[in-house]
């Protein structure tokens, strides 16, 4: 998977008196956000953290990297492992 460097922005805004905060339209664009969507916050340090669930499982699935077999499918182990699995117990009910 290939990851692009975004390019950075700044900006300021207010806390409203319903304590919501507004994200800038160039801010949302760049991180692929739309109406409706959910995000996570996180707060580190004072820090508050705002990341996409895309974002999020984009960062999963590149930490699970290392421990994809080369050329193999989880998932077509996974399946691979259930068919045997449920062969193994059809001969312990057959016999």
């Known amino acids: 998977m290939q990851t ?8 300021s805004t207010k806390i409203n008196e319903n304590g919501r905060i507004l994200i800038p339209a160039a801010m949302r664009g760049q991180m692929n956000l739309k109406p409706g969507d959910s995000v996570v916050l996180t707060l580190e340090n ?15 699935q590149e930490e699970f990297k290392k421990f994809r077999k ?10 691979a492992e259930k068919r045997e699995e ?7 009910y057959v016999a």
Do not use: H
Request: charged share 30%; glycine share 8%; aromatic share 4%.
């Open 46 to 60: 004072g820090v508050l953290r705002v990341e996409s669930y895309l974002a999020i499982v984009r960062k999963v």
């Open 70 to 79: 080369p050329g193999g499918s989880v998932v077509d182990d996974f399946i």
């Open 86 to 92: 449920a062969r193994r117990e059809m001969e312990d």
């Open 4 to 11: 692009t460097q975004l390019e950075s922005i700044s900006s």
